[in-house]
């Protein structure tokens, strides 16, 4: 069973920063990384799948990038809107099933 | 675009049944390779993936529930449903069904959740 981790659990910073939140998988996952930004009381939206490809609507300030067990997620110039928890989720082929990590709350400082 | 809706119980019984429906609108269950999967998230946690019905009709569970949950497909009223027996306080969570892109790996589609309580 592969286990995912993010690191940090939360993280404090000013609007205009930029953010990088780590997701890493107990073993190699491929690309088969996605990330998903969740607001409260909201469900969650999908950001970016395969790794490095952006969800449709997601601008371009969000960024995902790494491979095999270590993946990145960057949001560069921190807006208002992206004050949130991310979660990271891998997909595995066989047997299909998804595992999220247990995400990172991106905070004001 | 796809649409999807919970519906059912929002207050369950100790060691009975949970049981939840999810409406599709703006696409079919039944054609397109997807798959449709329910999650839940505890209050205040995070995401847990509960497993997925392919329009095939093949299943697959997150090895930690697989004992206890059901998913199933209705093509013609157009909804899956997620049972989930013998539950405890444990499973009081939102509960949310999703389609998953057979193109991104990745769930795609969310409905808006549902708040089930388990509690006598």
């Known amino acids: 069973e592969i286990v995912m981790t993010q690191s940090p659990a939360t993280l404090s910073v000013s609007p205009g920063e930029r953010v990088t939140l780590s997701c890493r998988a107990s073993?190699?996952?491929?690309?088969?990384l996605a990330w998903y930004q969740q607001k409260p009381g909201q469900a969650p939206r999908l950001l970016i799948y395969?790794?490095?490809l952006r969800a449709t609507g997601v601008p371009a300030r969000v960024s995902g990038s790494g491979s095999g067990s270590n993946f990145t997620l960057t949001i560069s110039r921190l807006q208002p809107e992206d004050f949130a928890v991310y979660y990271c989720?891998?997909?595995?082929?066989?047997?299909?099933?998804?595992?999220f990590g247990p995400g990172t709350k991106v905070e004001i400082k | 675009q796809v649409q999807l809706q919970e519906s059912g119980p929002g207050l369950v019984r100790p060691s009975e049944t949970l049981s939840l429906t999810c409406t599709v609108s703006?696409?079919?269950?039944?054609?397109?390779?997807?798959?449709w999967s329910w999650i839940r998230q505890h209050p205040g946690k995070g995401l847990e993936w509960i497993g997925h019905?392919?329009?095939?009709?093949?299943?697959y569970y997150n090895p930690s529930l697989k004992s206890r949950v059901r998913i199933s497909v209705d093509t013609s009223k157009k909804q899956f449903s997620l049972n989930l027996i013998s539950v405890t306080a444990a499973d009081t969570a939102v509960y949310y069904c999703?389609?998953?892109?057979?193109?991104?790996?990745?769930?795609?589609?969310w409905g808006q959740g549902t708040l089930v309580i388990v509690s006598s």
């Open positions: 999703a389609r998953e892109g057979s193109l991104e790996m990745a769930t795609v589609s």
């Open positions: 073993q190699s996952v491929s690309n088969n």
């Open positions: 395969g790794a490095f």
């Open positions: 703006g696409g079919s269950v039944s054609s397109g390779g997807y798959y």
């Open positions: 019905i392919h329009n095939s009709g093949n299943t």
């Open positions: 989720q891998h997909f595995n082929e066989w047997p299909p099933l998804f595992t």
